[in-house]
């Protein structure tokens, strides 16, 4: 890891959080139910994104920190775009909320979604 590499993370992870923060906000500008759709759409496009570029880049899941467009694009936007972290937060509110059920779903979708959804990038990408 040199200092550059550092840099493009970093970077990256930015003008991701940054994308997340955009497209959350407009999602819940444009949604108001119950669901947080701003986080299951960020998640299930990154999964997708992340699919398809890791096929494109011919990244190999035990060596995808190494190149710039790896560190910066990959592990940078990407992983600053999407949000696991959020995902749980949102599940734990609904389940506090009452919604159990509600909440056992969210992520069950989420997860099968999202896998699905970057299955099916790259597949494109092939």
């Known amino acids: 890891m040199t200092a550059l ?9 930015g003008l991701g959080s940054l994308l997340r923060w955009w497209i959350g906000l407009r999602v819940g500008q444009l949604y108001k139910g119950p669901l947080p ?4 759409v960020i ?6 994104v992340i699919g398809y570029l890791s096929i494109l880049f011919s990244v190999d899941w035990r060596d995808r920190y190494g190149d710039f467009l790896n560190a910066a694009v990959l592990t940078g936007i990407l992983g600053g ?9 949102d599940a734990s509110k609904l389940a506090r909320a009452k919604d159990r059920v509600w909440a056992v779903g969210y992520l069950m979708v989420s997860v099968v979604l999202g896998l ?3 299955a099916f990038g790259a597949w494109l990408a092939r």
Request: proline fraction near 0%; charged fraction near 5%.
């Open 5 to 13: 590499d550092v840099f493009w993370v970093g970077l990256g992870g």
């Open 37 to 40: 759709l701003g986080t299951f």
């Open 116 to 118: 699905a959804a970057a």
């Open 81 to 89: 775009y999407t949000t696991f972290s959020s995902m749980q937060l």
């Open 43 to 48: 998640n299930v496009s990154g999964a997708f």
